[in-house]
């Protein structure tokens, strides 16, 4: 299925990271995308056609020698600070003092919580 309006997929080229494959005769993802979404200019490649790329696809990100191709859900995943995953952390009731473990945010122990 070819990208719709409605769904933004197509890959992003960090330019400080492209070579264009230097020593390599063109590109690997100009070489290998077959709906043309990479043209080279200035000896990088460049997403030139957008709307080309297949939704889903991310063979040319796993193509790049460099790791210059990204694409969305990839870029938003590389921006944020990792989170606690939902760890179990060690918390005082501030209500009755017991120590009890839970991943929620939340200062009060399961009996207290049933009180209010």
Do not use: H
């Amino acid at each position: 299925m070819v990208a719709s309006s409605a769904a933004v997929w197509y890959p992003t080229v960090f330019p400080d990271r492209c070579d264009g494959c230097e020593g390599f005769e063109q590109p690997k993802c100009i070489e290998f995308c077959p709906y043309g979404v990479f043209e080279l200019r200035d000896g990088k490649a460049v997403v030139t056609r957008p709307q080309k790329c297949v939704y889903g696809c991310i063979a040319c990100e796993r193509l790049c020698p460099k790791k210059a191709i990204a694409f969305p859900q990839r870029i938003a995943a590389m921006s944020k600070v990792p989170k606690d995953k939902g760890l179990l952390r060690k918390v005082e009731c501030r209500n009755c003092g017991k120590t009890f473990w839970t991943n929620r945010d939340v200062d009060l122990c399961f009996d207290c919580e049933k009180l209010l």
